[in-house]
């Protein structure tokens, strides 16, 4: 399972390169999507109808401006892209250099948003989103995907609509079909994958030790991620170290369908026989 999830991250990020870059965070449009807000470092590509002379590919500098021919100096931090249309738009007409200006702007590449990735990730980082919708698991591929001591679930940290906000993206959910579960990035976000949730055996087992825990795993299936018994152990008699919500330690005798949780430790006795 986790060479398949890892194997399918490292495609998305193959997938996500090869279309074309538009735009990060910004408000909802009627749609319910969220419009481009530019910012420095994006490069644009402009073009006034009827006017070719007048098209432009330039790079939104620092201070948050591009120079355009005829009309100089343009602000167009914090725009989206409608908004900036229409004030090159308006800027061309009142300085009487087209009539009914129609202009269209292009994002070529989108630098100006950024998030962070943390944790067991192959390169944990600040990355650009560089496309509208851009969404968690297409994140999680740009930074070379989740290692093999990682967890299934990538948590989220940032803002909506001004508000703080913290919610957890199940990968193999995703990878399964559920693309709902998949949610858009935003400006400033920060990502997180923890470590792996573990267990742990010790006694008459073959390989005792800590193992990763999988999703559903039963006691039956952990004694087969050790090894299995030695000659001398015995499924009689097992005993399950399990601490619960308050932190206390209980000692359990349980059933080879049972579940088993993150940090659960597992002892095998020696037969008698």
Same mark, same amino acid.
């Given at each position: 399972?986790?060479?398949? *999830?890892?194997?399918?991250?490292?495609?998305?990020?193959?997938?996500?390169?090869?279309?074309?870059?538009?735009?990060?965070?910004?408000?909802?449009?009627?749609?319910?999507?969220?419009?481009?807000?530019? %910012?420095?470092?994006?490069?644009?590509?402009?073009? /006034?109808?009827?006017?070719?002379?007048?098209?432009?590919?330039?790079? *939104?500098?620092?201070? %948050?401006? *591009?120079?355009?021919?005829?009309?100089?100096a343009v602000a167009l931090n914090g725009s989206s892209v409608a908004a900036a249309e229409q004030r090159i738009g308006t800027m061309l007409k009142d300085g009487g250099f087209v009539n009914k200006p129609q202009v269209n702007i292009l994002l070529v590449t989108a630098r100006s948003s950024q998030i962070s990735i943390l944790g067991q990730v192959t390169?944990?980082?600040?990355?650009?989103?560089?496309? #509208? $919708?851009?969404?968690?698991?297409?994140?999680?591929?740009?930074?070379?995907?989740?290692?093999?001591?990682?967890?299934?679930?990538?948590?989220?940290?940032?803002?909506?609509? %001004?508000?703080?906000?913290?919610? &957890?993206?199940?990968?193999?959910?995703?990878?399964?079909?559920?693309? &709902?579960?998949?949610?858009? /990035?935003? $400006? %400033?976000?920060?990502?997180?994958? &923890?470590?792996?949730?573990?267990?742990?055996?010790?006694?008459? #087992?073959?390989?005792?030790?800590?193992?990763?825990?999988?999703?559903?795993?039963?006691?039956?299936?952990?004694?087969?991620?050790?090894?299995?018994?030695?000659?001398?152990?015995?499924?009689?008699?097992?005993?399950?170290?399990?601490?619960?919500?308050?932190?206390?330690?209980?000692?359990?005798?349980?059933?080879?369908? &049972?579940?088993?949780?993150?940090?659960? #430790?597992?002892? #095998?006795?020696?037969?008698?026989?």
């Amino acid at each position: 399972m986790r060479y398949f *999830i890892q194997c399918c991250l490292l495609a998305f990020a193959c997938v996500s390169s090869a279309f074309a870059q538009t735009a990060p965070v910004g408000k909802a449009d009627a749609a319910g999507k969220p419009e481009y807000v530019l %910012g420095p470092g994006d490069v644009i590509r402009i073009t /006034v109808y009827q006017n070719p002379d007048l098209t432009l590919e330039t790079r *939104i500098s620092e201070q %948050g401006q *591009i120079t355009f021919p005829l009309i100089g100096a343009v602000a167009l931090n914090g725009s989206s892209v409608a908004a900036a249309e229409q004030r090159i738009g308006t800027m061309l007409k009142d300085g009487g250099f087209v009539n009914k200006p129609q202009v269209n702007i292009l994002l070529v590449t989108a630098r100006s948003s950024q998030i962070s990735i943390l944790g067991q990730v192959t390169r944990p980082g600040r990355y650009p989103i560089e496309t #509208v $919708n851009s969404r968690v698991s297409e994140m999680i591929a740009a930074a070379g995907g989740i290692v093999p001591t990682g967890a299934d679930i990538v948590s989220v940290t940032g803002t909506r609509d %001004g508000k703080p906000v913290k919610f &957890d993206v199940d990968i193999p959910a995703v990878l399964s079909g559920k693309s &709902d579960y998949d949610v858009p /990035v935003a $400006n %400033g976000d920060i990502l997180f994958v &923890d470590r792996a949730p573990t267990f742990y055996i010790y006694g008459e #087992v073959q390989k005792p030790g800590a193992f990763r825990l999988e999703r559903g795993m039963t006691l039956l299936q952990a004694l087969a991620q050790g090894g299995g018994l030695t000659q001398r152990g015995t499924e009689r008699g097992l005993k399950l170290h399990r601490r619960d919500a308050s932190g206390k330690l209980n000692v359990l005798s349980p059933k080879m369908n &049972d579940p088993v949780e993150r940090d659960d #430790v597992i002892y #095998v006795r020696e037969s008698v026989f």
